[in-house]
């Protein structure tokens, strides 16, 4: 008889009059296999003594293996069935999630890999029932995985050190994270860019968004009539020329005839004219733009504004494309008007850009300070804790070597290798920074340190000579100990590029291959451990050792091992490599061995040896017959059927022979 397992938590305090959300990830065994049975969560159990059977449970029956086909049902603590689904789950071999949102009607939605399956169906309740739990019911031939189970909850008493969440921009909205979920954030009426990065940073528990774009609306004779409408002879119909008070901002660069300079908020767009937020002075002949706003999120209040300067404290340098936090500063630059600029705010003031003012700490840029500018546009900007700024273009690096104000200095760090976008870098798990540069991938380990080559030597022809079209995004990975490298076409379609992954450990290069073209990700960040990616369908991702699949698409892995000398190393001889023999974990999936031949290293052919590869299960093989003759071989060892394998030998038996043949 299948036996039943159960996890209680009577020690989780949490808010009952708010709503709560309960969560387990059900995965697949490494040979892509569910194991079938009932998945269940449990809550508004006893506090003091909570039992399974006397809870709320929502159960997950799965009925299918391999699709991992399920059907849900809520029970109250009687027992009873109160609703029941239709078939659901992930439709393939890769891991699900089903959440059950508690709410204080009392009520409960169900979900099944994202999609609602059972909505808001009431049940019974105790007030002060709080403990939850999870059991499983597992078929006893398939081992059963949940590899998390997690609450998302307001706490009781409330909580009052830091929270970390989730923030995200997709098709133009901004969403962030709420009871282990993503939602649109309610006062988000800014249209986010759609076909470029959108940037952002984290400081004083609020996010600052660089939406960043090229000018809608361009020209040399503004007016401002009324002291807040502004037009222009230029363009006859503003809302057809596509200006929105809650996405654009105008500026003013030259000031004309009496017109105020700086940034003016839009608080309406007629055909013919616009309305400002704020009076300012009449005039014209003023130069300007209409350019996209820059927007701040509360993470406390759960909102977000735009972004504007103090009164009578500059304005924001709009059209800026890169930004980073630096020694209580915020930091701009990649402006699009000047590229070779550099912006950053008072010291613990980001809403203070005032660059008249020349106190030590104060608002300053390349063009007052004494450090002065790059002499080639900026590609990159990163921090290295509070004393260096690296400001990078495609190919030269610099660091400002302590604060504009206060003595700091602009030196050149490398002539030769700069870094070709804006995400093309990232910070290891000590002080090294690593890069990647017209000329491949680099390291510094340190701010005064130059920087080593780490694909070249290995692979030099790939990773070189990439052109402006080419973005990359990188981050090191802590608990593989390596940097993920996404290769990007900035024209919007997927290029005919390779993405990597490099292994701190053994310094090997490996290709990756994703398994849909909109799986490929315009963003990708580290947080917590785990590396999030941000693809261009507009979902979320992230990596997982122990998903046999790529969201659903199988995974199809390999490693080579030689090229071996079969004659021996002097390569004048020639052998056979006569048996092998393979040896794989007792819990891995399948595997293949194939084998290529040729007179030389460089000669192996790409067709198998006989055409059919050796295939290995789990534990130590017999040995096979193989019997290639060559100057040299390359034996090639793949997964079956998207199945994860742990290969841990590989013996062969070679017989050297004479002289190779002609």
């Given at each position: 008889?299948?036996?039943?397992y159960?996890?209680?938590n ?23 296999v ?17 039992v ?63 999609g ?9 309740a105790n ?6 739990g ?43 994270e ?42 040399t ?24 008070s809650?996405k ?19 608080a ?55 930004v ?57 900007i ?15 690096l610099?660091v ?19 870094v ?9 798990d ?19 340190s130059k ?30 100990r ?66 046999p ?31 092998l ?13 194939t084998v ?20 290995y ?16 071989c ?23 022979k004479g002289r190779?043949?002609?």
């Amino acid at each position: 008889m299948p036996e039943s397992y159960g996890l209680m938590n009577k020690s989780v305090s949490i808010d009952e009059t708010a709503s709560y959300a309960i969560e387990i990830e059900i995965a697949p065994n490494p040979s892509a296999v569910f194991g079938l049975g009932l998945y269940s969560i449990h809550f508004v159990m006893d506090n003091t003594t909570p039992v399974l059977s006397s809870s709320v449970e929502v159960r997950c029956d799965i009925t299918n293996a391999t699709t991992g086909a399920c059907t849900v049902t809520v029970h109250e603590d009687n027992g009873v069935a109160v609703a029941t689904s239709g078939s659901s789950g992930p439709g393939t071999a890769r891991p699900f999630v089903l959440r059950a949102l508690v709410e204080t009607t009392p009520r409960v939605t169900v979900y099944v890999d994202g999609g609602a399956e059972i909505t808001n169906q009431s049940f019974s309740a105790n007030a002060g029932d709080t403990a939850v739990g999870l059991s499983m019911t597992p078929d006893e031939d398939i081992v059963a995985r949940i590899r998390a189970f997690r609450v998302y909850a307001t706490p009781s008493p409330a909580f009052t050190g830091a929270e970390t969440k989730k923030l995200a921009i997709s098709n133009g909205a901004l969403y962030d994270e709420d009871l282990g979920a993503m939602s649109t954030v309610s006062s988000a009426t800014h249209a986010y860019a759609t076909d470029r990065r959108v940037r952002m940073v984290q400081y004083n528990q609020k996010m600052y968004i660089i939406d960043n774009d090229e000018s809608i609306a361009a020209a040399t004779d503004g007016a401002v009539t009324s002291t807040t409408n502004f037009d222009s002879a230029t363009y006859s119909a503003w809302v057809t020329t596509g200006v929105i008070s809650t996405k654009h901002v105008l500026i003013i660069d030259e000031a004309g005839t009496g017109v105020a300079l700086g940034s003016h908020p839009i608080a309406s767009v007629a055909q013919g004219a616009i309305t400002l937020s704020t009076a300012t002075t009449n005039g014209t002949g003023a130069t300007f733009r209409v350019v996209p706003h820059y927007m701040v999120y509360d993470g406390k209040a759960g909102t977000q504004a735009k972004w504007t300067a103090t009164t009578d404290k500059g304005f924001i340098p709009y059209q800026c494309s890169l930004v980073e936090v630096w020694a209580g500063r915020i930091v701009l630059a990649g402006d699009y008007t000047s590229p070779s600029q550099w912006y950053m705010s008072k010291v613990n003031d980001p809403d203070d850009w005032d660059y008249g003012d020349e106190a030590v700490g104060a608002a300053v840029s390349g063009a007052n300070a004494k450090a002065g500018i790059p002499g080639q546009p900026i590609s990159a900007i990163f921090a290295v804790g509070d004393d260096y700024l690296v400001m990078a273009s495609r190919t030269q690096l610099w660091v400002m070597r302590g604060d504009p104000t206060s003595g700091g200095r602009l030196d050149e760090l490398s002539r030769d290798y700069g870094v070709i976008s804006g995400d093309a870098w990232c910070r290891g798990d000590g002080d090294e920074l690593y890069f990647l540069s017209e000329a491949g991938m680099y390291v510094i380990a340190g701010p005064t340190s130059k920087p080593q080559s780490l694909s070249y030597e290995k692979l030099p022809k790939r990773l070189r000579g990439l052109g402006p079209d080419v973005s990359a995004n990188l981050a090191y990975d802590v608990m593989n100990r390596g940097v993920h490298i996404f290769l990007i076409s900035k024209s919007g379609g997927k290029g005919a590029f390779d993405h990597w992954w490099w292994d701190k450990q053994t310094g090997g290069w490996f290709p990756v291959v994703l398994g849909q073209t909109n799986h490929e990700p315009t963003s990708i960040h580290a947080l917590r451990g785990d590396v999030i990616l941000g693809n261009r369908d507009g979902y979320m991702r992230r990596f997982r050792n122990d998903s046999p699949t790529d969201d659903g698409t199988s995974i199809s892995s390999y490693f080579d091992i030689g090229p071996l000398a079969l004659g021996g190393q002097e390569g004048r001889l020639e052998g056979v490599l006569m048996k092998l023999m393979g040896t794989i974990g007792q819990d891995s999936g399948s595997a293949t061995a194939t084998v290529y031949v040729g007179n030389t290293p460089d000669t192996i052919s790409t067709t198998a040896f006989n055409g059919t590869p050796i295939t290995y299960t789990a534990g130590r093989s017999s040995e096979t017959d193989v019997r290639a003759r060559g100057g040299a071989c390359v034996i090639r060892v793949s997964n079956v059927s998207s199945s994860k394998v742990a290969f841990e030998a590989l013996t062969a038996r070679i017989v050297r022979k004479g002289r190779l043949r002609p």
